[in-house]
């Protein structure tokens, strides 16, 4: 059954996010000046001088805000590896991030529970599946 309802599910997903995205981008102001705002209550800067601060790298300084507040964690993640930042000692920015919850500062009621639907009906990982992956995967043997 969940075979029916999962690429409508996804897809549901994918629209009210790029939905939210461009709501994010219509209120860039206010929503960098809340992101903003509630990291330096947790001791991180934008282009502060601490080793823990988020160093922007200038190419693109809204799609770094946007996605931040569209993908929470999953967009800090993303958006370092796609190079529109860095950080000095990323272990202690990653520490204060999470030991704070900083990620679920900004989520509201909707977007979490978006989150929450996607995690738990588009998650197709179960005890029994695990296994089902580790053997295909594993015990394929090197030829």
Known sequence: MLNIFYPLIVLSVKIYKDFEKVIF????PFVKSYLVHQMSKHGIEINGKNPQDIQLSGKNEKEFYI??????????????MEGLWDCEQLDQLLYIVFKSEL?????????????YLLFKVCNLQD????????????NKGNW
Do not use: D, I, P
């Open 25 to 28: 981008s219509f209120f860039y």
């Open 67 to 80: 996605r931040m507040a569209n993908n929470a964690s999953l967009g800090l993640g993303e958006t370092y």
């Open 103 to 115: 990620y679920k500062k900004y989520l509201y009621f909707v977007n979490r529970t978006v989150n």
């Open 127 to 138: 005890k029994t599946r695990s296994w089902q992956v580790a053997e295909e995967h594993y």
